[in-house]
Nanobody
């Protein structure tokens, strides 16, 4: 069974930083493209960032470009989201996702984590 377990969420003031981690198990990690999504209260789940199997290709939603960085460690089977210059609008539950395709990852991932709460105070 595939498991994606997020950690690193919490409460931070605007302008602060947080690093989220997603530990994967039950799959050959290096065979999967990975991504991060978020869902704010009363809003649809939103794509945030993605990274290819090798880590050579990354992509971000415009609102986080220059502030967030996705990375992965295929030895530790972990994907990260470094979040800098956080804003109240970044407040959401952040979810890790995995998919065999970099395209479908962004649309309808095969696997999801349970999420971790990020709250940014003003």
């Amino acid at each position: 069974q595939v498991q994606l377990v997020e950690s690193g969420g919490g409460l931070v003031q605007a302008g602060g930083s947080l690093r989220l981690s997603c530990a994967a198990s039950g799959l050959i990690f290096s065979n999967y493209h990975m991504g991060w999504f978020r869902q704010a209260p009363a809003k649809e789940r939103e794509f945030v960032a993605k990274i290819s199997r090798s880590g050579r290709i990354t992509g971000y939603v415009d609102s986080v470009k220059g502030r967030f960085t996705i990375s992965r460690d295929n030895v530790k089977n972990t994907v990260y989201l470094q979040m800098n210059s956080l804003e109240p609008a970044d407040t959401a539950v952040y979810y890790c996702a995995a998919d065999s395709s970099l395209v479908t990852l962004q649309l309808n991932p095969e696997y999801w984590g349970q999420g971790t709460q990020v709250t940014v105070s003003s």
